[in-house]
Structures are given as C-alpha cells and as structure tokens.
C-alpha cells in the first residue's frame, strides 16, 4: 500500500457563471476541486490550509475510516471546525473501497464550492470486474448559487424560512449552453470512436436528486458508492445527492454529431417549488476527428425522463445489486441483534423568543430535530465529557408508522430539537427501516447517509412499511451495497450492517437543507474487547472548539 500526501489549499476565489461574477471558496483553486486517486488499501495524508474566511471541515464521502473517527470531518461531530487561518491534516485509510467516492466541506453549506472526486482503483492483481475500459471521464454534479450561499441560508434559517434554491445545475463547473452566458464554457469531453470509458459520476448538488443520460449512448452502470454491481443497462439512471457511480460508456455513435449530457432535477413533489425543469444542466460528448457542422446543435438525450416523473427513478435504483462473487462477496447481516425504526419527516419547530411564540420549518427523524453541540460529539464520548449529548434517540415499535397516509390521526407537525443519539455494542447486527412520511403535508425523497459504513439495502417499497410482510420480500443475496440510498417519497427503504467499525458516526439526509433542518442523527459504536477493535488514538492536533471557530451553526 503506497502513502499519498497532499495539500488543500482553500481560498476564495472568482468565478463568473450565469452572466455575473462572485468569489467563493474553493481548493486549489478549481470547481470542482482536485481528484484524490489511490489503490484499493492506500493511505492518504491531506493537509488541509484554510487561507478563507470561515471555518471549514471535510469529509471523506463512503471512505470508512476504520476506527479512525478523528478524520470523518463533520463538524461538531467528530472535530471542530478548522478555523480560519490554521490548518489541520486528514488521514485517510482506504480499506475495502473500489470504485468512486468524493470528498466535500461538512460545515454549513461550504460544500457547494468545496468538493471533488475520490477514484480508488482496484489492486493490480484482481483489477476491475469488467473488461479494462480504454480511458476514463470524470463528471461532477453540482449547483450553482448566483449569491453567497452560506450568508443567504443564515438569513433564511434565522427567519424560519425556506433556504435558497440554487441559480441552475453544473457539470464539472459549468451549466452548459441552455443557460445565459456559458455557451462558450460548456464542459466538452471528448472520445475516441470504438473506445469504452469508465465514467465516474458524483452527484455534488445541495439539494436535487439528479435524472441523468447521454444522446444516443447506453450507460452499463458497473458500481455505486464503492462497491461493485451486476451491470445495470440503461438510457438514464437516477443519482441521488452523496451517490457516486461507475458506468461504462462506449463511443459507438456517428462521429459526424455531438451528444448532450444531460443532467435533470427530479422532484416529483413539489412542482410548484420546483424552478427548474427549463435549466438542464449540459455538457457535450464529441467524437475527436468527427467532421460536424458547429450551426447543427448536438443531439439531446430524450431518454431524460422530466422533472414530475417518479416511476423511472424507483425503477433504476431497484434494478441495482451486488456483483456477489468470489472475489466481490456478499454478507448480509442475517442476526439482527437491533431493529430500528425510523421516520424522516419536515415539521415545525415552536420556540419562544422575547415572550412571543414563534415557529420555524424543521426536519426531523423520529420527530427528533437534530441540534450541533458545541463541543464535538466524538471528543464528549471519548473523553467522558458530559452534558454535550444524550443516548435517548426514540426508537419506535412498527405500529408508529401510521405517518404516511396524509389523514393520520395521532400526527403532530411540531418536532422537539435535541442532541440525542444511539448507542450500539461492538459487532452488533442492525437492521434499520426508514419511513417517510407526509408530515406537514410534505413529501420528497430523502437520501440517507450513513459515516462510517457501507449498508446492504436489503427491501424498499412505496407506502407504509408492514412488519408482516415487508421483510418477506427482502433481497438477502445479492442486495447492493451503498452508503447513500433514496428513501422513496411516501415509502421505506430496509438497510442492514454489521457494527464492526467503532466510532461516532453521522447519519442523515444528504440534502443541505433538511440537514441544516435537523433530519440528522448519530449512531456510537461502542469498543470491541482488544486494542485493535476500539477507536485509535486522537492525533496530537485536533482544532478547538472555540467561539470563532465557525460563521454559521445550522
Ligand atoms: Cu456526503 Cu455527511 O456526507
Ligand atoms: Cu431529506
């Protein structure tokens, strides 16, 4: 295994899209930010110099970081954040990931400009599950904010109200040339006739699960998050924010026309909030030498299913499994020692400020609305430190989710905010059915993510889960391997892991604004008996927790 070492160096930095210029802060200079390429095993040493204005942390998306939480970055989780002006240096363990991961900021809404690709290749002597692919792509997906976007969620959180939607969609950087001013920018890749590519795909953006497709080429979806999967054929696949993928492409169309790549938001939901299904985001595929007419506009991706279509993005996510081979096993927890229970719901939150009762929007899971101590979770456990949390998390027995019809009787919309979090033993085998609900009379998709961990999505299905029969129809052979996984609008989705990585580790949805909302939670895994079970040591340095720490507390 080979050490890697690099150096993050985040500053603002100009940037003009969609016709007008603002600073923002990314690393190195570039959005997106610089790739982190390693073999399966490798240890990388970044060291992150903080040269803005405001404290950052950073994480080291689906990166398991085995008993090393000091280094999983979300902030006032397992660190606090580096300040302004200092530096702090991530060590990430790679283990039994392959495939494409991501780093991003964890703090506030940083993320948007600070973000890159993490590519980890396979061992030499195994190599890929799939015929070595002549070249390799790389796209990001992002979103783009034409104002500050960390000083406009502190107003609109401050308010109670909503947080700003994003200004339009980008693909490494760029809207493409639907958009006002970025004809020129638009994001080219180019290939070779007869060549297959391994796309690498991540889906950046704050708050929109992603339609993604190509004119006129198939994508074989090869792995997500990691792991490898039994290729999935398609014309368009949905990406949630937090998932990666690997697809392979192959240029076998004429080399005489240019494709758009395709990136759409998909929000079934709320069509009335959704401002978006005119600003695709694009990128061209062109074929080098190919003899097109510029006057002649590429070819777009019809097989893009629009922005109210729901069916194509439950259908694409339940075609997806492990590869399950000799080399790529499966191993489902089959001893569920603990069963939970949850609900993701929006709601109300009702405080008093000055003698008046007030209310403000909120997220919630189990009707817990997170809230950010202010001294990191970890080093509280760690160092016995008490008063900064507590272990009640409620966990409900099946019968609690009456929450999904919308005429529920025993709902209520208002959350309690609290720092609450579970507690489980070492090794433990876990089984965690997720609910959502339409509490508020809301109800979207919520891409759950768990630190830490990669889980087995083990069922899923719309409307309420049913103790009875939803685990009949569990997939316990070849379910896929995530660690961020759709939960279905007005339905459930059923994971299992085994808690073999002591830490403290986050959960939540990976939309920033339910996150900033509260729908998060954390998960302790307790030490295993022996030294090499239990969490490493801190490093020397970890960042205080001081006042000037960080601009915003969401
Ligand atoms: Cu992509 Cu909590 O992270
Ligand atoms: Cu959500």
């Known amino acids: 295994a080979t050490v890697h070492y690099h150096d993050f160096i985040l500053k603002e930095t100009n940037f003009t899209r969609l016709c007008s210029s603002k600073s923002m802060l990314v690393v190195n200079g570039s959005l997106p930010g610089p790739v982190i390429?390693?073999?399966?095993?490798?240890?990388v040493y970044v060291n992150v110099h903080n040269q803005g204005d405001y404290g950052v942390t950073i994480h080291w998306h689906g990166v398991h970081q085995p008993r090393n939480p000091w280094s999983d970055g979300p902030e006032y989780i397992t660190q606090c954040?580096?300040?302004?002006?200092?530096n702090f240096t991530y060590e990430i363990s790679f283990?039994?990931?392959e495939g494409t991961l991501w780093w991003h900021a964890h703090s506030d809404w940083t993320r948007a400009g600070v973000h890159g690709a993490i590519v980890v290749m396979p061992n030499k002597e195994t190599?890929?599950?799939?015929?070595?692919?002549?070249?390799?792509?790389i796209l990001v997906l992002g979103s783009w904010y034409e104002g500050d976007v960390n000083e406009e969620v502190a107003e609109d959180l401050e308010d109670g109200g909503d947080t700003p939607r994003s200004d339009c969609y980008i693909i490494n950087g760029q809207p493409g040339d639907f958009l006002p001013c970025s004809n020129?920018?638009?994001y080219r890749w180019q290939v070779d006739y007869g060549k297959t590519y391994l796309l690498r795909l991540v889906n950046a953006a704050m708050n929109a699960e992603l339609y993604f497709a190509i004119a006129e080429h198939?994508?074989?979806?090869?792995?997500?998050?990691?792991?490898?999967?039994?290729p999935v054929v398609t014309s368009s696949l949905m990406i949630t924010p937090g998932q990666t993928m690997d697809i392979l492409v192959t240029a076998n169309q004429s080399p005489h026309d240019r494709y758009y790549v395709g990136a759409r938001q998909y929000d079934s939901v709320r069509p009335d909030v959704t401002d978006y299904d005119q600003?695709?985001?694009?990128?061209?595929l062109e074929y080098t030498?190919?003899?097109?007419d510029p006057a002649i506009s590429p070819i777009f991706p019809t097989n893009l299913p629009s922005y109210e279509e729901y069916s194509p993005a439950l259908n694409f996510t339940s075609r997806l499994k492990s590869l399950a081979n000799h080399d790529h096993p499966v191993n489902v927890p089959k001893n569920i020692t603990t069963r939970m229970y949850i609900t993701a719901s929006m709601n109300n939150v009702v405080f008093e400020d000055d003698g008046d009762t007030e209310t403000a929007l909120a997220s919630s899971l189990n009707n817990v609305s997170w809230l950010n101590p202010s001294t990191d979770v970890l080093l509280a456990y760690y160092r016995n430190i008490s008063g900064i949390y507590t272990t009640d998390f409620p966990n409900y027995p099946p019968d609690f989710f009456n929450f999904t019809a919308d005429t529920a009787p025993d709902y209520t919309t208002d959350t309690v905010q609290g720092t609450k979090l579970k507690v489980l033993e070492y090794n433990e085998e876990v089984e965690i059915v997720f609910q959502g609900t339409t509490v508020y009379d809301a109800s979207e998709d919520h891409p759950m993510h768990l630190h830490g961990y990669t889980f087995y999505v083990v069922g899923m299905g719309l409307g309420n889960f049913d103790n009875e029969t939803g685990p009949l129809g569990y997939n316990l052979v070849d379910p896929p391997k995530m660690n961020t996984v759709s939960l279905p609008k007005k339905g459930w989705v059923a994971i299992r892991f085994k808690a073999s990585n002591p830490g403290v580790w986050l959960w939540h949805c990976h939309l920033d604004r339910h996150l900033s909302w509260g729908m998060d939670t954390v998960l302790i895994v307790k030490n295993g008996d022996t030294p090499e079970t239990s969490i490493r040591e801190p490093p020397p340095y970890m960042p205080p927790c001081t006042a000037d720490s960080s601009t915003i507390r969401l």
């Open 37 to 43: 390429r390693v073999t399966k095993g490798d240890t």
């Open 81 to 86: 954040p580096i300040a302004a002006g200092s």
């Open 95 to 97: 283990s039994d990931e």
């Open 127 to 137: 190599g890929f599950p799939f015929p070595q692919p002549d070249g390799e792509e």
């Open 184 to 186: 020129e920018s638009t």
């Open 218 to 230: 198939n994508l074989t979806v090869v792995g997500m998050d990691g792991s490898y999967v039994k």
């Open 279 to 284: 600003t695709n985001a694009t990128a061209i």
């Open 289 to 292: 030498g190919g003899s097109y």
